[in-house]
């Protein structure tokens, strides 16, 4: 079953605009992750945001966590076309040594028109 | 540094029939998981292999098996296709940071 949910489903914006996409999850985490896939192909992963974290940032992308609400929100920064893609938040859960599995919601496609 | 490396790219196989699909990971990593992605889901976790041992389990039937080798490369088997197995199969290898996922072998069950 998914443990997040990507909020909006589907977002398009115009190069330049900043996309914000949120995810949600149900049970205590250890990490939230976030990932890139281009056209159905394989993962890239992003960012690693750790359960005692609030902000991260690695260039254009701010990832946030409000662990009680359950709650992380990625921010890309001047969109470019390139960032068009569906984007998943993934967590792995706080569960002791023997939970090792990525928990992915059903993603966000972004379209970035040029 | 070659990253993880998934073999077929893409095959299609009828109903009944079995399948093996593989999978090197990135050089340094030592362990291997499996994700199913059926289109427009996000993945979902069958089964991941830690020194030749499956570690770990998600709610896949016994149809599913896999098999880690010593040079921590791994295999993903699905006997008895069903049409509903038909996804976009993803290999995840990690070490003490991160995962890297290969580009995934799409199959079709006609």
């Known amino acids: 079953s998914q443990q997040g949910e990507e909020d909006p489903q589907a977002l398009s914006i115009q190069e330049g605009e900043n996309a914000t996409m949120n995810c949600s999850y149900k049970?205590?985490?250890?990490?939230l992750q976030w990932y890139r896939q281009n056209s159905g192909r394989g993962l890239v992963h992003l960012i690693l945001?750790?359960?005692?974290?609030r902000e991260k940032h690695s260039g254009r992308l701010r990832v946030t966590l409000d662990t009680s609400k359950k709650s992380s929100s990625l921010l890309i920064t001047a969109s470019r076309a390139a960032d068009t893609a569906s984007y998943f938040c993934a967590t792995t859960q706080n569960s002791g040594g023997s939970n090792y599995k990525l928990t992915f919601g059903k993603g966000t496609l972004l379209t970035v028109n040029p | 540094d070659a990253g993880v490396t998934q073999s077929p790219t893409h095959l299609i196989k009828t109903r009944g029939q079995q399948v093996t699909l593989r999978c090197s990971p990135k050089s340094g990593h030592d362990t291997v998981s499996w994700y199913q992605q059926a289109l427009g889901q996000g993945p979902q976790f069958i089964f991941q292999?830690?020194?030749?041992?499956?570690?770990q389990r998600g709610n896949f039937p016994d149809r599913f098996s896999g098999h880690q080798f010593p040079n921590y490369s791994s295999e993903l088997n699905v006997n008895a296709l069903l049409l509903g197995d038909s996804a976009l199969y993803l290999c995840?290898?990690?070490?003490?940071?991160?995962?890297?996922f290969g580009s995934g072998t799409r199959l079709t069950v006609v």
């Open positions: 292999y830690y020194e030749e041992e499956e570690r």
């Open positions: 995840a290898s990690s070490g003490t940071a991160g995962y890297t």
């Open positions: 945001i750790r359960s005692n974290e």
């Open positions: 049970t205590s985490i250890n990490n």
